[in-house]
């Protein structure tokens, strides 16, 4: 009777191992997803280590741009041109979001949710389908905060308005972008001009330029804001760099040949106050370069019009 027991325990031993193992590789929720893109709607992509997740839209992908690139990585590659793959990094939980950018002008907002390597079974989206709405995968009917707007101001004929009609006062700004005169460039290959800033209720417009002084055909990304703060020190290194939220844009052009010009605008709110070591900078990047954007500097507070002279 002894032995029996003996040998019953003996085989309890040698199996706890494989169910300790079987429950810590517990296969997760796996989920097909398929959302209709609203302009104002952020996609949530749930990734978990060990896994990869993509994301199929309806145009071809021009670039992937990654909010916290150290706990999460993008691919894309020119063979699948409709597809992106995302995979969590860190063992962690971890959140950050992402930017799609299309060859047709869209974007595409996601937040990517990571719970980290846990022994419970997690949602895991393995495919987004990211499907069109009624008539295209994203278009926007009004300006929002993921989806800016490409408008030519180039004068080709007539108005398309009627003659009663006056510019908006989001158009307004667009318009004075193209009267920047003796801009001061930032930058060298990639260069960033800004004009002067307007004002109202706390919420900023600033034209801006860009020129590509290289030999080659570059894209743009859409404009950031940021507020950035200098250390004390002699040398004035950067030690931080915080998002501004951007409520629109406006650009001529973000594909730009050799020696071309665009030219547009940035609307967004001005925070309440700043640090006296912290500065509001425009920051704009090629698609190839994200990491190195080009920062031109904006006052603070826009100048009063009809002011003292």
């Given at each position: 009777?002894?032995?029996?027991?003996?040998?019953?325990?003996?085989?309890?031993?040698?199996l706890?191992?494989?169910?300790m193992?079987?429950?810590?590789?517990e296969?997760?929720?796996?989920?097909i997803?398929s959302l209709?893109?609203?302009?104002?709607?952020?996609?949530?992509?749930h990734?978990?280590p060990g896994?990869?997740?993509?994301?199929?839209?309806?145009?071809?992908?021009?670039?992937?741009?990654l909010?916290?690139?150290?706990?999460?990585?993008?691919?894309?590659s020119?063979?699948?041109?409709q597809?992106v793959?995302?995979?969590?990094?860190?063992?962690?939980?971890?959140?950050t979001?992402?930017?799609?950018?299309?060859?047709?002008?869209?974007?595409?907002?996601?937040?990517?949710?990571?719970q980290?390597?846990?022994?419970?079974?997690?949602?895991?989206?393995?495919?987004?389908?990211?499907?069109?709405?009624?008539?295209?995968?994203?278009?926007?009917?009004?300006?929002?905060?993921?989806?800016?707007?490409?408008?030519?101001?180039?004068?080709?004929g007539?108005?398309?308005?009627?003659?009663?009609?006056?510019?908006?006062?989001?158009e307004?700004?667009?318009?004075?972008a193209q009267?920047?005169?003796n801009?001061?460039?930032?930058?060298?290959l990639?260069?960033?001009?800004v004009?002067?800033?307007?004002?109202?209720?706390?919420?900023?417009a600033?034209?801006?330029a860009?020129?590509?002084?290289?030999?080659?055909t570059?894209?743009?990304l859409?404009p950031?804001?940021?507020?950035?703060?200098?250390s004390?020190?002699?040398?004035?290194?950067?030690?931080?760099?915080?998002?501004?939220?951007i409520?629109?844009?406006?650009?001529?052009?973000?594909?730009l040949?050799?020696g071309?010009?665009?030219d547009?605008?940035?609307?967004?709110?001005?925070?309440?106050?700043?640090?006296?070591?912290e500065r509001?900078?425009?920051a704009?990047?090629?698609?190839?370069?994200v990491d190195?954007p080009v920062?031109?500097?904006?006052?603070?507070?826009?100048p009063?019009a009809?002011?003292?002279?």
């Open positions: 009777m002894n032995k029996c027991l003996s040998l019953v325990h003996v085989i309890t031993i040698c706890l191992p494989f169910h193992a079987a429950a810590q590789t296969l997760p929720q796996a989920r997803v209709n893109v609203d302009p104002e709607q952020v996609v949530v992509l990734v978990r896994y990869v997740s993509s994301v199929r839209v309806l145009e071809e992908v021009s670039s992937v741009v909010g916290d690139p150290g706990a999460f990585k993008a691919e894309h020119e063979a699948e041109p597809l793959f995302f995979k969590a990094t860190s063992a962690k939980p971890a959140q979001n992402a930017l799609i950018t299309t060859k047709g002008g869209h974007e595409i907002s996601i937040s990517l949710v990571s980290g390597k846990s022994v419970h079974s997690e949602v895991v989206d393995y495919v987004l389908n990211c499907e069109r709405p009624h008539s295209f995968l994203i278009t926007s009917s009004h300006p929002s905060f993921v989806v800016g707007e490409t408008k030519s101001v180039a004068p080709e007539p108005p398309a308005v009627a003659p009663q009609e006056k510019p908006s006062s989001q307004q700004p667009l318009q004075k009267q920047l005169e801009p001061h460039w930032e930058g060298k990639l260069r960033v001009a004009g002067q800033t307007t004002e109202k209720e706390q919420q900023m600033v034209p801006f860009v020129l590509n002084a290289s030999a080659r570059i894209e743009v859409p950031q804001i940021q507020l950035a703060g200098t004390r020190d002699k040398h004035r290194k950067a030690i931080k760099a915080e998002p501004v939220a409520k629109d844009y406006w650009m001529t052009t973000r594909r040949a050799p071309a010009r665009a547009g605008v940035v609307v967004f709110e001005r925070p309440s106050f700043k640090e006296s070591n509001l900078l425009l704009v990047a090629q698609a190839e370069e190195r920062l031109a500097p904006i006052a603070f507070v826009a009063v009809g002011g003292a002279k």
